[in-house]
């Protein structure tokens, strides 16, 4: 019987060990490449939400307190005459 020569083995078994390697590195990157673009989604989603709340909801809110502080002032002058 003929056997493969020894450093027929080693070259068999680093070309699959680089492979591998390889491999590992491709789907290291793809998970990294997928954590970077959600981190990004999740910036940009908050990025919205803080111009929201200073371009909608805090003038509104401005208002209202406004509105509260003039009508309690005038129910207090009304109290007081």
Not at 45 to 51: D, G, M, T
Not at 60 to 65: A, D, E, G, K, P
Request: charged share 20%; glycine share 2%; with cysteine.
């Amino acid at each position: 019987m003929v056997g493969i020569p020894p450093e027929h083995h080693s070259v068999k078994h680093t070309n699959n060990s680089i492979q591998s390697k390889q491999e590992t590195c491709e789907f290291a990157e793809r998970i990294v490449r997928g954590e970077i673009l959600a981190a990004y989604q999740r910036f940009e989603a908050a990025s919205r939400a803080v111009a929201t709340l200073e371009n909608a909801a805090l003038p509104r809110s401005m208002q209202n307190v406004e509105t509260c502080l003039t009508n309690a002032i005038r129910t207090f002058t009304l109290l007081i005459m």
